[in-house]
């Protein structure tokens, strides 16, 4: 199975841009509605809005790319809209591509490198904010 873990035409034109903007909208507006849903719901002890709005960030992103729409559907949906929505799906489909790409150690060194930079640069943030 090849995943397109990289954008599918190197040509930004205007109109991929306002594709792309108008699926983060969506997704961003999905995002926060669902997480704040399930948190009224289940409360805050434990971050189920999040963890609800990646898994189903990554199964959108699964079936995206396994049904590879043309470059301004994967522009609107999966950029856009996935992206906008949870990037951790981005995240999961470019390490699952390393990986049955063959790149297994470059697959590893995202996941790992990617994990403890990103819990870096938030206690960095919150340092920095302090």
């Known amino acids: 199975m090849d995943l397109p873990h990289r954008l599918p035409d190197p040509h930004l ?29 289940l409360g805050d002890a434990f971050p189920w809005g999040t963890l609800a709005v990646n898994v189903s960030g990554c199964l959108a992103i699964g079936l995206l790319a396994g049904l590879a729409p043309g470059p301004l559907a994967h522009a609107f949906l999966v950029t856009g809209f996935c992206g906008g929505y949870t990037t951790v799906s981005a995240f999961a489909l470019q390490s699952l591509a390393l990986g049955l790409e063959g790149s297994t150690l470059r697959a590893v060194a995202n996941l790992v490198g990617s994990t403890l930079a990103c819990l870096a640069a938030v ?6 904010s302090a």
Do not use: C, D, E, K
């Open 13 to 41: 034109s205007l109109a991929t841009a306002l594709l792309v903007l108008l699926g983060g909208f969506l997704g961003g507006a999905a995002r926060f509605l669902l997480a704040h849903r399930i948190a009224a719901r």
């Open 123 to 128: 206690g960095l943030g919150l340092w920095l």
